[in-house]
């Protein structure tokens, strides 16, 4: 099967999979990025399918596995948000919705640590923060994947001394 009549059984599909994205999203707009994902990643990986097979099932498939990674990604930067709201409210004196002036200090400190990253080890970092798997980096910037862990971890330990100020004061206020 050549590549223009895969494209053309994948468009065939597209009515299908957008309900079928609905069922995952409960938002037209979502299913719609949902199923442009699909059919993106369908076309790329064309070659991994195997004709004879069903191709419907292999894109529902896709679109599964892609809400799931998608919802883990952001689960995380939720959750890494989350995180960083803690540092600036929970860890001082008053909370960043009551503050915003010391929110906006804080926040312009982690700015000013991640600007200090060289770009080697800020890239991985950031990508990593986005959700994205090591794996997935290291495709990314076409780099092996323990060179990918290691730069992650040395952008934490860069973050970590930079922002030590913040670690004593969680550490004073678990105390107290």
Known sequence: ???????????????????????????????????????????????????????KGWLFTIMKNTFINNYRRLV?????????????????????????????FVLGDIDKALAQLPEEYYVPFIRYFEGYKYHEIADMLAIPIGTVKTRIHVARGILKKYLKTYSKDIAISEMV
């Open 1 to 55: 099967m050549t590549k223009f009549e895969f494209n053309h059984l994948v468009n065939h599909h597209s009515v299908s999979l957008r309900s079928y994205a609905l069922n995952f999203t409960k938002d037209a707009e979502d299913a719609n990025d949902l199923v442009q994902d699909t059919m993106l990643k369908a076309i790329t990986y064309y070659n991994k399918f195997k004709e004879g097979t069903n191709l």
């Open 76 to 104: 995380k930067t939720n959750t890494l948000i989350t995180q960083s709201e803690d540092i600036s409210s929970a860890n001082l004196s008053y909370s960043a919705t009551k503050n915003q002036a010391e929110s906006k």
